[in-house]
């Protein structure tokens, strides 16, 4: 019924779902099975255009291009999401503990959290990677700190106006200890703001997922990431065009879906953004 | 006046302190000796146990610490591994460079994107605004890196209109300068213009909900003056500080357009300095970001009273 | 029977006249984003004449507000006239283009909104926004607009009008700001002034300030007025005609006096008989009480504007001192910023009094000793404003009324559905409800569950803090009526937080008097109604309506109008400087004095 409500009359959000479950339908192909080894390299098959053999081409190594793209659709999904979730939950633990109790903890907490958001997302990023070395789980530590602060302060705020708000007072009139107020009252009501970040952030998070594995900050190659094989596609683009054009592609439509989808979700527990 | 500046002052003090604090333990983190990376490959003991005398390795911690933040006060960045040369006139060489794409980008994506979103949040739920609202999401769902692919094959490669490679400083020659500067500024251009876009449509949204623009229709005023005299400097406040923020951000997140395009600029330095563990470089470079990004920021704050009257001077 | 001398003498409107405005059988309905509507106004007949002050009076959902805004056309997205004509200056404006709406907003009807605090643009100076709508409709010169502003200004009574043309609104309070909105609207000297709920969210006193000045400026300029309202008492002393509604419809109008001493509709007879009135109470017998409040001093730490800096203390509640005894109920009345809410929460155990002390009997309440603090809870209970901010919205009502069971040893979950549905059903509602969420109750229900969960522990004492005053009057009434019998039937104390002093006249059997953090008079609710002694418990009485039902069945609404009173010999009334001392003026009933330092 919930379901029915929210994708009734919102184009954008059927657009998105639909979107989005292709490519975790695709993620969970690559992980069983791929027409070709995605790995195996094919001199004599190098630079193919899509055909009916290599539906999206082969690439500067004979490699099936469409193979690769199912393999790494795995590889950019599952990082994007773990990356999101060590975000969220180190974000939500700290910022409503830090707006719950206020003070100077809290002014402490606010203190160090400014100072990591003095640092541009992926440029932190990169100088976690510098000392915690590439790999995948380098990117998620990378990407799950850098993304932080940015729940914290969305908990924290949310939080701090719940606060206001008379059933926290009255659970702590009943007799309940902060801690049972907090995770009962508190946390709770907090999570509509944090699913709506959550679904932009997974969008951020993919994009910075593709950049550093563009800029060989990654998963190391040969393990095919849509991001390297974009930074991979450089040099040959200008006579395979297909090997710049079938992972752009994947990663504008995958972000395209987590966009449209989460555009309707704010829209939907956000009533006031669509002026009703 | 005075006191409004000096308390904002007061407020960035601590946030570049725990910066600080935050650099200089992420480099205490890297795994392996800083002596044994200047010596090199050299086997002598003597030599790296020396090193780290003049290093100050040998010290507490908080010796360090204060040592360091005192060299830095100074100007000293340290010296690049790699080149030898001071990491401050590296950041001072590559900073232009970058400043230049992120300056022009946003404003260029700023004098089209405040008014789009604007008109967007009046016209909210028609189809110009859903019009917009998508043109925005699908500029979201490019990545500059990909555009930049797409761009350099294009108009670089196969029409050959514009240099692909290298780069001349507008100060030198403005002309051929520009023409290096087109694609990754077009590159940047459309996620920035998507995010202001967007910022202005929603605080302009907010404003034209409240009473007082009501009110000023209730007067009987055109919409024009309804929209520019009474929503645009109260949704403006709000656009301004998320620009301060964008700017910061951007000054440091251009690295992978800086990468792709073969500019000097600081992205650039700090990937190379991550491939070349070149961590003074890799330092001097998010120090600069950081206290750039607080300056901005605190030049958005002082600016902010001009819209709003209700913050205290 | 309506004292009309207390009102505003009017020309009695001639009915054969054309009207100012005519509204004529006008639907309004709301479009979803699914394309589904559902009918807001529905055929609604409103007229108003040269001279003449109408009423529109109904409770949430009556439409009023969609009725006043399409007169103008200024209603929300989704919103529309579907039928009807709106008659003005002789067009018809419900076919009327923009531009000729422009013409007549501001210059031919004036509007005023309700939250003072947001209907001025905080980024303009008062001047400009003034000047605007005079250059628009106006061909003045730059010395003429600011010379007329600067005579409105000065007529709505407000202090160095030169400095105020250069301020901003965050400068001014509510009041203040409502002033200068009248002053702004009504200097373009329009024929129809709409003023929508134009006091709600002022003190009485100022509300009556306001209503006046509204009143004597509009009677001086010739406008006519059309005052959308919830509370009739305004309307009995403010209005000549007055409309009814409910669900869109206007159920009943006429003259004021009419309808309200002769109501024709069931529905006018049910508002007016909900409206608060004195009741008998029966006096109980003097026995230990069950909170005493001892001296109690809350200081608040003021924001510091540097990191080491001393901060600057408000001082919420100063030197506060009185008890409550079993069965009775007393009442805190005071204004906002009066620190009867910060008390209740000192009562309460969710702040920590600065000095003094409060006992739940006999054991003082410490909200830092948190096992005594446990155990008093279970008999010391609370019902807030706001049923909508203080139930959970992600719990079930079962849920919600059960949770203060969890502190109660000794109960397993048999025992403890059945204390929850006892509950449930000592307020009123039935086991349908058990598994609701809060949002898909009404109001008035969630009050209810808010009730069923205080009461659900058998609880000693209840503070009440405003627990009506978000409610509509019906409902109110009904609740009020709920919680009267809840404490005959289980004999509560109540601690009844509240601004209105009609719903406290029906309440209470005592009375305190709060004022900038102090007690300025307390005694029986009698004393001080009948006798009211300090000078602010006067004005504060004067500022509210008194309804009345008659024996015959009619109903008077008026002023009140306290008399003088002297203070005790040799004394002098305390006027909020320097110390105080409370004497008694009769029997058990004190007053504040300034204190004689000698």
Redesign the interface.
Known sequence: MIFQRFF??RINAKIGALLLSFFIIAALIGTIATPYDPVLMDIRARLKPPSSEHWFGTDQFGRDILSRLLVGARESLTISFMSVLCALGLGVTIGAASGYRGGSFDRGTMAVLDAVMAFPGLLLALGIIAVAGPGKWGVVTALGLAYTPGITRVVRSTVLSLRE???I?????????DTFTLL??VV??CMTPVIVMGTSLFATALLSESALAFLGLGVPPPNPTWGGMLAESKQFASTAIWIAIFPGVAISLTLLGTNLFGDALRDHLDPRM??? | ML?YSL?RL?LALPTLLLAGILVFALMRLVPGDPALMFVGDVDDPEAVIRKRAELGLDRSLIEQFLLWSGSILSGDLGTSVKTGSPVATEIAESFPVTAQIVLIATFLSSIIAIPLGMIAAWK??SSLDVGIVGFTTFCLSIPSFWMAVILLTMFGVNLGWLPTVGYVSMTENLLEGALYLIMPVTALLFTELATLTRMSRASTIDVLR???I?????????ER?VLW??AF??AFAPTLTVLGLLLGHLLGGVVVLETMFSLPGMGRLMIGAIFARDYPVVQGVLLFIVMLYVVINLAVDLLYPA????VKL | MMPMSLRVARPDPAEKARPIIGVDALSISLR????ETRSIVNAVDVSVHSGEIRAIVGESGSGKTMLARSL?K?LP??MEITDGRIEFAGSDLTAANETTM??????GI??V???PM???????RIGDQMA??LR??LNLSKEEIRERSLAMLHRVRLKDPEAALEA?P?EFSGGMRQRI?LAS?LM?EPKLLIADEPTTALDAVIQRDVLDIMVELTRDLGTALLLITHDLGLVGQYANTVSVMRKGEVVEQGHVSDVISRPREEYTRNLLTACPKRRPRSIREQSTPVLEIDKVTLLYAGKK???FSASTGVRAVSDVSFDVRPGETVSVVGESGSGKTSLG?VI???RAATEGQVRFRGKPVDPND?VS??QM??S???V???PG??????MRVKDLVA??L??VEGLDAKEKLARVLTSVADVGLDENFLNRFPHELSGGQRQRV?IA?AIV?RPELIVLDEPVSALDVTIQAQVLDLLDELQRRYGFAYLFVSHDLGVVEQVSDRVVVMYRGRIVEMGSRDQLFDHPQHPYTRRLLAASAEIQQQTDGSFTIRRRSPQEAAPPPGQSFYDGAGSYDLMPATDGHLVAVTRNEA
């Open positions: 009734r009359k708000r008379e059933f007072d009255a659970s702590r009139a009943l007799g309940n200890s009962r009252h709770p009501n669509n002026g009703q | 006191s308390r007061a909210q739920n409240l009473d007082y009501t009110h000023a229709r209730a007067k009987g005023l055109g003056t005299k009474h400097p109260n819209f709003d009257p209700r | 979803n984003r699914f394309g103008v200024l997205p989704g422009r013409s007549i907003r501001g210059r004036g509007f909104f309700q939250e947001l209907s001025l643009n905080p980024a303009l605007e709508g628009l409709h901003y965050h909105m609207v373009l504007r540097w990191p929460r309460l155990g969710l948190r603090m446990r809870r279970r010391l209970q609370v807030f404003q706001d901010s203080s139930l959970d919205p992600r949770e203060g969890r502190h808010a969960r522990m």
